[in-house]
């Protein structure tokens, strides 16, 4: 099975990793997306703006693919701190429902002790199925 990597134009290259990758069944793996913009910059240091930026990465992605939203089948989070996700619901569902809409794919979430990127607060990775290229 052959795959492609999938990188939104304009972005910053990816180092070591492909942000997304499109397998030849139609399966669009996205690698762990963080609250960055296309240049790598963290325009916010709190976990909600962080949380959109990093969905709004993945909606890019899937969109580069030639996807859409409702094509996303999995997420899984990486977060750091469980207490701010906890009091932070209304928030996070607000921000949620404007870039994915009424979409809810497959999630898992798990509490972590750091990510690589040092200001990251959270990270998120997906799977979205495009269909047969």
């Known amino acids: 099975m052959t795959a492609d990597i999938i990188q939104p134009d304009g ?67 990486f977060i750091l701190d469980k207490t701010e996700y906890l009091a932070r619901q209304p928030e996070v569902g607000a921000v949620y429902r404007r870039v994915l809409g009424r979409h809810f794919p497959a999630m898992s979430m798990l509490i972590v002790a750091g990510l690589i990127e040092d200001d990251a607060l959270l990270e998120i990775e997906a799977t979205a199925f495009l269909g047969k290229r």
């Open 11 to 77: 972005w910053a290259p990816a180092k070591g990793y492909a942000n997304g990758m499109l397998a030849a069944d139609g399966t669009l793996y996205i690698g762990g997306q963080i609250g960055w913009t296309k240049d790598q910059v963290f325009e916010t240091h709190d976990f909600i703006g962080q949380m959109e930026q990093a969905l709004r990465n993945i909606v890019a992605i899937v969109e580069t693919a030639g996807g859409q939203i409702t094509d996303i089948t999995r997420l899984t989070w």
